[in-house]
T-cell receptor, first 116, second 114 residues
Framework: AQSVAQPEDQVNVAEGNPLTVKCTYS??????LFWYVQYPNRGLQFLLK??????LVKGSYGFEAEFNKSQTSFHLKKPSALVSDSALYFC??????????????FGIGTKLQVIP | SQTIHQWPATLVQPVGSPLSLECTVE??????LYWYRQAAGRGLQLLFY??????ISSEVPQNLSASRPQDRQFILSSKKLLLSDSGFYLC?????????????FGPGTRLTVT
């Protein structure tokens, strides 16, 4: 079984400050990890993924995420938050060896509020 | 490049009426296709997935059904809507086979059952 936890329902950060949105995961094997962003009344947009290799993954809009195998975490980060980053963020995980059907498990989402 | 379309964007239907939501993908072949429902603007519930034409798997029992009549077309249906069917419906696709599995989402359909 695989699962994702996003422990913070909401994260508030001042514009220009660094932001972190937390995610921890559980899989039986090795993970593929993903971050998505959702703006109000829109579909989810893919931000970045970790497959293998460097633990620091860079993605769209200046976001990056750090894979930490020992802590089973994949936190989303950005050095300087923008008001336009305010949205709902989803972490997701897939077991690398899940076969032909790529079952992806999504977290419940974290609302990011960037304060001007 | 690949694009995914959903329609309609919004829908208001009375209880007991039928439902048909359509999703199409362009620019790729043999995608995996997914239907999700998002309630209260938060978590995603996987409803159906499909790895090929005519191959549908259901994740949760309900009064909804799905069909895949063509490679890049995915339809969500109901014969009689319930109030509890209200929500934001999202279609998504991913590359089939042994790819990493990131999913790409459509713009969604907001369904209100009255």
């Amino acid at each position: 079984a695989q699962s994702v936890a996003q422990p913070e329902d909401q994260v508030n950060v001042a514009e220009g400050n660094p932001l972190t949105v937390k995610c921890t995961y559980s899989v039986s094997g090795n993970p593929y990890l993903f971050w998505y962003v959702q703006y109000p009344n829109r579909g989810l947009q893919f931000l970045l993924k970790y497959i293998t290799g460097d633990n620091l993954v860079k993605g769209s809009y200046g976001f990056e995420a750090e894979f930490n195998k020992s802590q089973t975490s994949f936190h989303l980060k950005k050095p300087s938050a923008l008001v336009s980053d305010s949205a709902l963020y989803f972490c997701a995980v897939r077991d690398r060896y899940s076969g032909g059907y790529q079952k992806v498990t999504f977290g419940i989402g974290t609302k990011l509020q960037v304060i001007p | 490049s690949q694009t995914i379309h959903q329609w309609p964007a919004t829908l208001v239907q009375p209880v007991g009426s039928p439902l048909s939501l359509e999703c199409t993908v362009e620019g790729t072949s043999n995608p995996n296709l997914y239907w999700y429902r998002q309630a209260a603007g938060r978590g995603l519930q996987l409803l159906f997935y499909s790895v090929g034409i005519g191959q549908i798997s259901s994740e949760v029992p309900q009064n909804l059904s799905a069909s895949r009549p063509q490679d890049r077309q995915f339809i969500l249906s109901s014969k009689k809507l319930l109030l509890s069917d209200s929500g934001f419906y999202l279609c998504a696709w991913s590359v089939g086979g042994g790819a990493s599995g990131e999913q790409y989402f459509g713009p969604g359909t907001r369904l209100t059952v009255t």
